[in-house]
């Protein structure tokens, strides 16, 4: 009798601790992709602005210190309508995903038709039907919603087209020009990819 007792309790008690492990497995953290991820764009030049606007080439390579960089939060469309849906026409736009999209600057560009000096900066778009306005703002490293139009630096259109297929991924690309002559200012073209549309507008570096 005794012993039926005993093996009945350790049954019990086997059981009672193989579902207290069970239970604290599936309640151990695991870990998870996150919605989006972080991606960083540049352009490279091979010298840096010095005091008085001379330009210095400090190294015999095309990899030198100054680069206009953009930051941003990539999401991903997973078959959502993206502009016009997921992110409507006439409203401000984070131009990303969590944190707020950077620029950084080493030197004064133009974008569009605005004058940019250099310097930190947030970017917004405000897409619509036909085009869109790319906004560069005086406010920094904040949340991407936290969008204050009081630090607006200015405001430019950019263009649009329909892409021939649709982009999973947003995608904003500084994309260079090659020069058709030496000495020629360097300038680019900025692409914003995300859907089935694309924004873009041309990019200059301001030189006397």
Do not use: K
Request: proline share 8%; hydrophobic share 35%; with cysteine.
């Amino acid at each position: 009798m005794r012993t039926s007792q005993c093996m009945f309790w350790l049954t019990v008690s086997a059981a009672v601790l193989l579902a207290g492990t069970a239970a604290a497995q599936e309640s151990r953290p695991r870990p998870n992709v996150a919605p989006s991820g972080r991606i960083t764009t540049s352009v490279t030049f091979d010298g840096r602005v010095l005091p008085g606007g001379r330009w210095f080439t400090g190294t015999p390579s095309h990899s030198g210190p100054s680069r206009i960089t953009i930051d941003y939060g990539q999401p991903h469309a997973r078959g959502r309508t993206i502009f016009g849906g997921l992110v409507p026409h006439d409203t401000v736009w984070r131009l990303g995903a969590n944190w707020a999209t950077r620029l950084i600057l080493d030197f004064d560009v133009r974008f569009g038709d605005l004058d940019v000096p250099r310097g930190e900066y947030t970017l917004f778009m405000v897409p619509r039907e036909q085009g869109a306005e790319l906004i560069i703002s005086a406010q920094t490293r904040h949340w991407g919603t936290e969008y204050d139009p009081a630090q607006d630096f200015g405001r430019t259109h950019i263009e649009h087209r329909p892409l021939a297929e649709t982009r999973q991924s947003l995608a904003i690309t500084l994309e260079p020009n090659r020069p058709d002559t030496e000495g020629e200012i360097p300038s680019g073209t900025l692409r914003i990819s995300w859907g089935t549309d694309e924004y873009f507008t041309a990019w200059h570096m301001l030189w006397p």
